[in-house]
């Protein structure tokens, strides 16, 4: 199993910039797809965006296209999601995910961190 530990999260304007990072540890975590999920009180777990073992293929929900870049540095076991222009919308726990599938849903996912939450104010 590979452990998944996110920072970076917080509270920030409308319109402002965020990066959250997920450290890797564990069995291997380059032959993971890693990615990261979104999760209000009340609503379900949500795809938010995926990075290939490689980092060379990435997948992001329409919610977050064009705002939101995820990459991955696997020299460091570290996986980045850097957000821009936020929305209150965006607000979240963010959580982190291990898969082994590319494409990644919350009923494949192999691990999950703690979260971290996002807020972001009008």
Request: net charge positive.
């Amino acid at each position: 199993q590979v452990q998944l530990v996110e920072s970076g999260g917080g509270l920030v304007q409308a319109g402002g910039s965020l990066r959250l990072s997920c450290a890797a540890s564990g069995r291997t975590p380059s032959n993971y797809t890693i990615g990261w999920f979104r999760q209000t009180p009340g609503k379900e777990r949500q795809f938010v965006a995926g990075v290939s073992r490689s980092g060379g293929t990435t997948h992001y929900a329409d919610a977050v296209k064009g705002r939101f870049t995820i990459s991955r540095d696997n020299a460091k076991n570290t996986v980045y999601l850097q957000m821009n222009s936020l929305k209150p919308e965006d607000t979240a726990v963010y959580y982190c995910a291990a898969a082994t599938l590319i494409i990644m849903t919350r009923y494949n996912v192999r691990s999950w961190g703690r979260g971290t939450q996002v807020t972001v104010s009008s």
